[in-house]
């Protein structure tokens, strides 16, 4: 199974940016779809965004205009670049990598905290 390690997150102000990484193992050669997805205290884990191998996107709408993902294919990475960050961002960010007929890998998370 692909092993994802997530990287950037960190405390910052609210109108700041962070950019979240997102580290694959191992080149990933099918068809996927890797997307970054959070989970706030007392919440359930929600989409944040997803990309596929082609490079289509998806947003939650909370995120919208703000966000950007992206992917780099050569480097088995995914990005989420974090902008004009709200104190309702906090949570913990977790990347996932979907392939069809194998089981879903999960990152272990990256803490973002924004303060007001």
Do not use: H
Request: hydrophobic share 35%.
């Amino acid at each position: 199974q692909v092993q994802l390690v997530e990287s950037g997150g960190g405390l910052v102000q609210a109108g700041g940016s962070l950019r979240l990484s997102c580290a694959a193992s191992r080149s990933i050669f099918t068809v996927n779809v890797m997307g970054w997805y959070r989970q706030a205290p007392g919440k359930q884990r929600e989409l944040v965004a997803d990309i596929r191998t082609g490079g289509s996107t998806n947003y939650a709408n909370s995120v919208k205009g703000r966000f950007t993902i992206s992917r780099d294919n050569a480097k088995n990475t995914v990005y989420l670049q974090m902008n004009s960050l709200k104190p309702e961002d906090t949570a913990i960010y977790y990347c996932k990598l979907t392939v069809a007929g194998f089981p879903d890998s999960w990152g272990r998370g990256t803490q973002v905290t924004v303060s007001s």
